[in-house]
């Protein structure tokens, strides 16, 4: 019996090595593709987007080790002045959006009647 679940974690963390093997083989491949070559086809693809979400990841870790410091993370303080302006204008569409859609839909439901 524990031979078996032994094997089974050597198994387990055998396969989680090869795993991070190749996605790290892929990291590589996608930074030196760059983000034009994730159109080469389907391996192509997961090299970028491997490549992309260990930029992400790396990010992140920056983040958190400023926190741990007590300080603001990257993202909280560059704040761009035109993408929030976007952002508020999507938020207003929105808004008005759902509101001549009720307006829209009583207009019917009285239609209906």
């Known amino acids: 019996m524990t031979d078996d679940v032994m094997r089974f974690f050597a198994t387990w963390l055998f396969t989680h090595e090869a795993a991070d093997e190749e996605i790290k083989a892929a990291i590589r491949r996608g930074i030196a593709e760059g983000p034009e070559g994730m159109t080469g086809g389907p391996d192509a693809f997961v090299?970028?987007?491997?490549?992309?979400?260990?930029?992400?990841?790396?990010?992140?870790?920056?983040?958190?080790?400023?926190?741990?410091?007590g300080e603001q993370a990257s993202e909280?303080?560059?704040?761009?002045?035109?993408l929030d302006e976007i952002r508020f204008e999507v938020a207003e569409l929105r808004g008005r959006l759902d509101t001549m859609e009720s307006l829209l839909e009583t207009i019917l439901r009285k239609l209906g009647e």
């Open 76 to 82: 909280e303080k560059e704040s761009d002045p035109a």
């Open 47 to 69: 090299d970028g987007l491997a490549a992309m979400v260990e930029e992400e990841k790396e990010k992140l870790k920056l983040d958190l080790e400023a926190r741990a410091r």
